[in-house]
């Protein structure tokens, strides 16, 4: 996390863009703004998504994976959601994979 933040601040500090790649959603999360999401078979076909802000493409990446996430109260981190848990249910009855706004 530490490494996000500088990354972040260099970016706004010098009003510039960029193009991060990781599979760490906790990082993800805290450095974009926006996000493309990849999809297709590994080693045969794949396709991107145009870049989309990022609930947008959190929620696309997380509904394939049928998995969804909540803010710790605590830290604000997102965290997954257990299986069939009551706001696991709520949330993909709203559509919304991605933890739910206040």
């Known amino acids: ?9 260099i970016i706004e500090s010098r009003n510039a863009a960029s193009l991060i790649v990781d599979h760490d959603i906790v990082f993800i999360d805290y450095i974009s703004d926006r996000a493309m999401v990849f999809d297709g078979v590994p080693g045969l076909e794949g396709h991107a998504s145009k870049p989309t802000d990022l609930r947008t493409s ?13 803010r710790d109260k605590e830290t604000k981190r997102p965290r997954v ?4 848990s009551y706001l696991d249910r709520e949330q993909k009855e709203l559509g919304e994979y991605y933890y739910l706004t206040d």
């Open 58 to 70: 959190m929620n696309k990446f997380l509904g394939n994976l049928n998995v969804t996430f909540r």
């Open 1 to 9: 996390m530490i490494a996000a933040r500088v990354i972040r601040k």
């Open 81 to 84: 959601n257990k299986l069939d």
